[in-house]
Nanobody, 126 residues
Framework: QVQLVESGGGLVQAGGSLRVSCAASGRTLSDYAMGWFRQAPGKEREFVAAISWSGGYTYYADSVKGRFSISTESAKNAVYLQMNSLEPEDTAVYYC???????????????????WGQGTQVTVSS
């Protein structure tokens, strides 16, 4: 199983940008499909974005489409979430997750994520 560690969270003003990172160890991420999720206080965890490593297909929740971008870096065995035009509603703990899939299907939110990081806090002030 792959171990995941997120970093890069912090406090940013509305309209600003932030990039959160997810570093993996134990296995190479090229064997996995990756996702980002978030959970705000008092709310359920929700899907944010996903990427199929082999094909490079990306998927986004409607709420972040056009503002967020997911990417991978093989050399660092890492996944990133670039967040632009941040809004107070984006405030949450952000988690990366890995699904060991040979053929990820369309969507990203329903992949069988088996490994999760501990999360990184993102706070957007108004």
């Amino acid at each position: 199983q792959v171990q995941l560690v997120e970093s890069g969270g912090g406090l940013v003003q509305a309209g600003g940008s932030l990039r959160v990172s997810c570093a993996a160890s134990g296995r190479t991420l090229s064997d996995y499909a990756m996702g980002w999720f978030r959970q705000a206080p008092g709310k359920e965890r929700e899907f944010v974005a996903a990427i199929s490593w082999s094909g490079g297909y990306t998927y986004y929740a409607d709420s972040v489409k056009g503002r967020f971008s997911i990417s991978t870096e093989s050399a660092k065995n890492a996944v990133y979430l670039q967040m632009n035009s941040l809004e107070p509603e984006d405030t949450a703990v952000y988690y990366c997750a890995a699904a060991h899939l040979d053929s990820p299907w369309y969507g990203g939110s329903s992949w069988p994520y088996e490994s999760w990081g501990q999360g990184t806090q993102v706070t957007v002030s108004s």
